[in-house]
Nanobody, 117 residues
Framework: QVQLVENGGGLVQPGGSLRLSCVVS????????CGWYRQTPGKERELVAR???????AYKDSVKGRFSISRDSAKNTVYLQMNNLKPEDTAVYYC???????????WGQGTQVTVSS
C-alpha cells in the first residue's frame, strides 16, 4: 500500500522559510515523477514544483528563485524548501507522485502553510 505523509507546514511571517517533507512508503520514490501542489478555498489545485524521475525540475513562475524541490532516495522522501515566503503562498500543500505523465497516482493528506504577520 502506497502512502505519502507530508510534514513541515505551519505559520510563518512574510520573508520567512519552511521546509516541507513528503515521506513515501510502499514504493520507491525515485521511480516516480514527484510534485508539490497547493490549493486554496474555491480554487483548483495547482502545481508548484516538480522533479522528474531522472531529476529534471520545474517550478511555477511565481515561486522560481524562492522554492526548491529535492528528493532523498535513501530516505524515500521529497522535500520543498520555501524561502522568502509571501502571504499569497498561503495554502494547503500536497505531495503527489506519478509513475508516468503529469497526473499523480498517489496523494498525501496535505499540510497547511500560512504566511502572515
Amino acid at each position: 500500500q502506497v502512502q505519502l505523509v507530508e510534514n513541515g507546514g505551519g505559520l510563518v511571517q512574510p520573508g520567512g522559510s519552511l521546509r516541507l517533507s513528503c515521506v513515501v512508503s510502499g514504493t520507491i520514490v525515485s521511480l516516480y515523477h514527484c510534485g508539490w501542489y497547493r490549493q486554496t478555498p474555491g480554487k483548483e489545485r495547482e502545481l508548484v514544483a516538480r522533479i522528474r524521475s531522472i531529476g529534471f525540475t520545474a517550478y511555477k513562475d511565481s515561486v522560481k528563485g524562492r522554492f526548491s524541490i529535492s528528493r532523498d532516495s535513501a530516505k524515500n522522501t521529497v522535500y520543498l524548501q520555501m524561502n522568502n515566503l509571501k502571504p499569497e503562498d498561503t495554502a494547503v500543500y500536497y505531495c503527489g507522485i506519478a509513475k508516468a505523465g503529469d497526473m499523480p497516482d498517489y496523494w498525501g493528506q496535505g499540510t497547511q502553510v500560512t504566511v502572515s504577520s
